[in-house]
């Protein structure tokens, strides 16, 4: 069963990148790597997944190494308003597994 | 459209009293999630539906905790002989397929309280 770690928390100036990431050691074949962002008192929201190597949105960018036991989630030119808790998640692919790992989440801290 | 709602938003109860917390996922989405957030603290995952059927209900805390899916939409969770323990945050969330690569949207959550 993957589980996941991520430090606690960051901090950030306006429009610095910001790089969080998330160790994962006991990843299986077919799991995904999936990130979530949280607003105080809101469920989270879906930032970007990846299988391996790079992956880019129109928010983000997601950094697979080869062996995928860690992923990098990178924030470019962060803003006040991407103060928030990311969560990494690993999940299996297999139908009737419930073995879905949230990662403890990293508050990020934008610093004007 | 209509995004993933849950009732109620906030429940307080005395502990021993039993609860029913109600997810109403996004039309036509097929998997259904129930999480855990107690204050502070990360998502516990809790259980998915695909459909009608929870094929593994090992992430329910104890017996205590129970879950239901009827037509392939509504769910809920009920929390019997509530303990204080059981405060947190409950968190539904729907996909249009299913774990993991679907993206999961999450409701507002229901607040629980036990006195």
């Known amino acids: 069963l993957a589980k996941t770690t991520q430090p606690i928390s960051m901090d950030s100036y306006e429009g610095q990148e910001v790089n969080i990431t998330c160790s994962h050691n006991n990843i299986a074949t077919n799991d995904y790597i999936t990130w979530y962002q949280q607003f105080p008192s809101q469920g989270p929201r879906f930032i970007i997944q990846?299988?391996?190597t790079k992956v880019t949105n129109e928010v983000a960018s997601l950094f697979i190494p080869a062996d995928r036991k860690s992923s990098t989630l990178s924030l470019p030119r962060v803003s006040l308003s991407d103060t928030a808790v990311y969560y990494c998640?690993?999940?299996?692919?297999?139908?009737?597994?419930?073995?879905?790992?949230f990662g403890t989440g990293t508050r990020l801290t934008v610093i004007p | 459209g209509a995004g993933v709602s849950q009732s109620p938003s906030n429940k307080v109860t005395e502990k021993g009293k039993d609860v029913e917390l109600r997810c109403d996922p996004i039309s036509g989405h097929t998997a259904l999630y129930w999480y855990r957030q107690s204050l502070g603290q990360g998502l516990e995952f809790l259980i998915y539906f695909q459909g009608n059927s929870a094929p593994d209900k090992s992430g329910l805390p104890s017996d205590r905790f129970s879950a239901e899916r009827t037509g392939g939409s509504v769910s809920t969770l009920t929390i019997q002989r509530t303990q204080q323990e059981d405060s947190a945050v409950y968190l539904c969330a729907s996909s249009y397929e299913g774990p993991p690569r679907d993206e999961q949207y999450f409701g507002p959550g229901t607040r629980l309280t036990v006195t």
């Open positions: 990846g299988y391996k």
């Open positions: 998640l690993v999940g299996d692919m297999h139908p009737g597994a419930n073995n879905l790992f």
